[in-house]
T-cell receptor, first 118, second 111 residues
Framework: EAGVVQSPRYKIIEKKQPVAFWCNPI?????LYWYLQNLGQGPELLIR????????DSQLPKDRFSAERLKGVDSTLKIQPAELGDSAVYLC????????????????FGPGTRLTVL | GQQVMQIPQYQHVQEGEDFTTYCNSS?????IQWYKQRPGGHPVFLIQ?????EVKKQKRLTFQFGEAKKNSSLHITATQTTDVGTYFC???????????FGAGTTVTVRA
């Protein structure tokens, strides 16, 4: 079984430029998460989707960040414009969702996209 | 910021020794999960604890959920070099189902 796929793995951009990250979750996983991980810290949730619905985006900086999961499968996270402080690893994760038990049951993480903003 | 606190931040262990890492929340948790992240890798799920006082074992790893469901611990016996990495706990708050990861305990092993 294929795991969570993310692309690109690395991205270097200049500040004020736009950037987009793509995630394809494990087949059959209804819940998809985007996290931000800074060096030496744990993942911080940006947004959680149940199918195509964003059920928790309270920690997504909506002035510059946006996300979509149009068909309830793969998802895109966008930053426009990027700032220096956005340099981090962006992790996508998926899980079975509610039908697999409580929300936030076992999450499977992708390899992440390491973003460097110059 | 982190809503769940983990201690210690770093753990340097002699191979063969035991150690424990702790996770504490100010609010009651619905469940708690533990993940391991190897250097350069991504978090990998280890276990989920749901019941008050629950104890689960995976070979040399013992996970415990506190009676008040506000804290948890991971105890590793006879540490091996394969145990190197950062161990994160992630607590799901009972009141609003917000999940918070701790900052992790980074483990290094001296052979």
């Amino acid at each position: 079984e294929a795991g969570v796929v993310q692309s690109p793995r690395y991205k270097i951009i200049e500040k004020k430029q736009p950037v987009a990250f793509w995630c394809n979750p494990i087949s059959g996983h209804n819940t998809l998460y985007w996290y931000l991980q800074n060096l030496g810290q744990g993942p911080e949730l940006l947004i959680r989707y149940e199918n195509e619905e964003a059920v928790d985006d309270s920690q997504l900086p909506k002035d510059r960040f946006s996300a979509e999961r149009l068909k309830g499968v793969d998802s895109t996270l966008k930053i426009q414009p990027a700032e220096l402080g956005d340099s981090a690893v962006y992790l996508c994760a998926s899980s079975l969702g509610i039908r697999g038990g409580a929300p936030y049951n076992e999450q499977f993480f992708g390899p992440g996209t390491r973003l460097t903003v110059l | 910021g982190q809503q769940v606190m983990q201690i210690p931040q770093y753990q340097h262990v002699q191979e063969g020794e035991d150690f424990t890492t702790y996770c504490n929340s100010s609010t009651t948790l619905s469940n708690i999960q533990w993940y391991k992240q190897r250097p350069g890798g991504h978090p990998v799920f280890l276990i989920q604890l749901v019941k008050s006082g629950e104890v689960k074992k995976q070979k040399r790893l013992t996970f415990q959920f506190g009676e008040a469901k506000k804290n948890s611990s991971l105890h590793i016996t006879a540490t091996q070099t394969t145990d190197v990495g950062t161990y994160f706990c992630a607590g799901l708050r009972s009141n609003d189902y917000k999940l918070s990861f701790g900052a992790g305990t980074t483990v290094t092993v001296r052979a």
